[in-house]
């Protein structure tokens, strides 16, 4: 099985259409079904539905089609390392985190560290959830995952013993809601049994959703709580806090502006402030003369 044979797979996944994939692919139409032809002897399968227009995947196709991804992704990824080093280049560090760290606190700490040059942020990772993080580490496809982290005592159902880590930030998740006419905020903790606060949620097996939970329940008080929907990512939440559909747990890095001008307000007092660890980890077995020279030199947070 060629490399180009899953490329093919994709391009035909893609457009739905032999002929159309074919051009993608730069190659003629016969020659582009006769690739696929063997690809499904190879595999053992049907991979294509050839009876709906336009063409879809079988299941066993869907799967394949993440296999081929994934494959093609990671041999891109290294072909372009390869390159670096052949080209006599110091080998750049990719670092994976999500995007209120890309943006809030990963620039200035990289300046502060000067290694802004040497590390560079993997993009696709904006996206992932924290397991994605850990399985990427494992794969090679980052050197490092930089990710909020439970500063208080918390089950999270995440493998972690292949990986080191080094704190080196801290950050808090503070309750925001919008004001109303008067500064007041519209959504105020702890709310009551009759009256339960409007929540826009993290999904509760997630960290952050994990650390809020925990953090909750130490407290010597009940809090009443809705849960309105439930997002991954602190931008989308933060988004519908500033419109007003109820109050939420941010990074206050994330915040701190909308709090100066009184976009936002406290939804609570400090009591419901939730402590969280920014960790970097890199895995035990990834090994490169950059990465190693970088984490003997972390700094630890002051």
């Not at 801290?170 to 903790?189: N, Q, S, W």
């Amino acid at each position: 099985m060629e490399i180009r044979w899953l490329e093919d797979f994709i391009a035909l996944a893609r457009t739905q259409h032999f002929s159309r994939a074919a051009e993608d692919q730069h190659v003629t139409q016969p020659t582009f079904s006769r690739r696929i032809k063997l690809l499904e002897e190879e595999m053992g399968a049907t991979l294509i539905n050839r009876q709906t227009l336009p063409l879809s995947l079988t299941p066993a196709g869907e799967e394949f089609l993440t296999m081929c991804e994934q494959v093609t992704d990671r041999v891109r990824l290294t072909r372009d390392r390869v390159r670096e080093i052949n080209a006599g280049q110091q080998r750049r560090i990719m670092i994976a985190a999500p995007q209120s760290l890309l943006a809030h606190f990963l620039p200035g700490w990289l300046e502060a560290t000067g290694w802004d040059t040497r590390i560079q942020p993997y993009l696709r990772a904006t996206g992932w959830v924290a397991g994605d993080y850990f399985q990427a580490l494992a794969r090679g496809e980052c050197d490092l995952a930089l990710c909020y982290w439970p500063a208080e005592r918390c089950d999270l159902d995440l493998d972690t013993s292949a990986c080191s880590y080094r704190v080196i930030g801290h950050e808090r998740l503070i309750a925001v809601t919008a004001p109303d006419d008067d500064g007041e905020p519209t959504a105020a903790l702890p709310g009551s049994r009759t009256q339960p606060v409007p929540w826009l949620a993290y999904p509760k097996r997630g960290l952050l959703g994990s650390a809020i939970k925990t953090h909750l329940s130490r407290l010597s008080h009940a809090t009443y709580l809705t849960a309105q929907s439930e997002n991954l990512y602190a931008a989308g939440i933060k988004e519908l806090v500033s419109l007003g559909y109820g109050m939420s747990w941010l990074p206050e890095r994330t915040v701190q502006a909308e709090l100066a001008d009184g976009k936002l307000v406290r939804a609570g007092d400090s009591r419901w402030d939730v402590p969280m660890e920014l960790r970097l980890y890199r895995h035990q077995n990834q090994h490169h003369a950059g990465l190693d020279e970088f984490w003997a030199k972390v700094p630890s947070p002051s």
